[in-house]
């Protein structure tokens, strides 16, 4: 069925309607006939990539402002890190031992969706990669909580599927993963980093470089887990060589559990000396 057009201009869901009707020939059943935005073909050719690139930015846009997001906190985090009710079946023992932040991004998500529903429920909603592991953690403690939260999954060979605890409102999918990690900032009031592999290191070191560089107004940035971060990555060996400036690394602070992060999110403008703004913050 047809949307009523908002202007006197025939819509386009009339035409694709009308097409659909037209008498079965050689000529209607040819690919270019085809109207060139239904046509699947044409807009996966090399040379539509700009359109395509274009349009998972507007759609997940356009959506989320129509439902009224305003600012959002993103979670990032391990796909591969189980419920600690699961942990047994964990791939290696240390994915075991990181289990407990499974509950951890579960109950900080719960915490903030609260006080999110405080505020009209559109202000600091979560939004998660959509996925397992912290992911679902994420998602699953904005339905503890009786709230929404966003997903935003990417067509991968493996761990494609988004939860079950996204809003399937507010559940989008991705081929490109620039675009996608533009979706993560462009709302961000904080950034909130649990344990995790590639996927997560790239989503935080891109939304740190990103703020280092000026591209980002700055925004409460927590790491869940010293241990193991100072374990992967020697945070003041990059100043002391120089590569980064000390000051850089005030642009994060660690934090181990829901309410420890809870408090840093409330005091990070005092603690800090830097104001907090919120609302979009990631340039265009």
């Given at each position: 069925m047809s949307k009523k057009p908002k202007h006197p201009l025939r819509d386009a869901h009339t035409d694709i309607d009308a097409v659909s009707e037209v008498p079965v020939t050689p000529q209607t059943q040819a690919p270019t006939y085809r109207l060139a935005f239904t046509d699947d073909e044409f807009m996966c050719r090399d040379e539509l990539r700009?359109?395509?690139?274009?349009?998972?930015?507007?759609?997940?846009?356009?959506?989320?402002?129509?439902?009224?997001?305003?600012?959002?906190?993103?979670?990032?985090?391990?796909?591969?890190?189980p419920e600690p009710a699961h942990k047994s079946a964990a791939r290696t023992p240390k994915l075991a031992e990181l289990s407990h932040f499974y509950d951890?991004?579960?109950?900080?998500?719960?915490?903030?969706?609260?006080?999110?529903?405080?505020?009209?429920g559109r202000e600091g909603v979560i939004v998660t990669g959509g996925g397992p592991g912290v992911m679902e953690a994420?998602?699953?403690g904005a339905v503890d909580a009786g709230g929404v939260s966003i997903g935003l999954n990417i067509v991968l060979p493996f761990e494609q599927a988004p939860n079950a605890y996204v809003t399937p409102e507010l559940c989008f999918n991705f081929h490109y993963f620039g675009i996608r990690k533009m979706h993560f900032l462009m709302r961000a009031k904080a950034i909130c980093v649990f344990p995790g592999g590639f996927g997560t290191l790239d989503?935080?070191?891109?939304?740190?470089?990103?703020?280092?560089?000026?591209r980002m107004q700055r925004v409460p940035f927590l790491l869940f887990g010293?241990?193991?971060?100072?374990?992967?990555?020697?945070?003041?060996?990059?100043?002391?060589?120089?590569?980064?400036?000390?000051?850089?690394?005030?642009?994060?602070?660690?934090?181990?559990?829901?309410?420890?992060?809870?408090?840093?999110?409330?005091?990070w403008g005092d603690r800090s000396a830097r104001e907090t703004v919120p609302g979009r913050q990631a340039v265009s």
């Open positions: 700009p359109v395509r690139l274009q349009l998972e930015l507007l759609k997940p846009e356009l959506i989320l402002n129509e439902e009224g997001v305003i600012s959002t906190i993103v979670l990032f985090g391990g796909a591969r890190i951890e991004a579960r109950e900080f998500s719960r915490l903030m969706t609260l006080k999110s529903q405080e505020g009209g994420g998602n699953r989503e935080t070191f891109e939304a740190l470089t990103l703020i280092q560089t000026g010293r241990a193991f971060w100072e374990s992967i990555i020697n945070w003041n060996a990059l100043a002391d060589a120089g590569t980064i400036s000390a000051e850089d690394l005030d642009l994060f602070r660690f934090v181990e559990t829901a309410q420890e992060a809870v408090e840093a999110l409330e005091n």
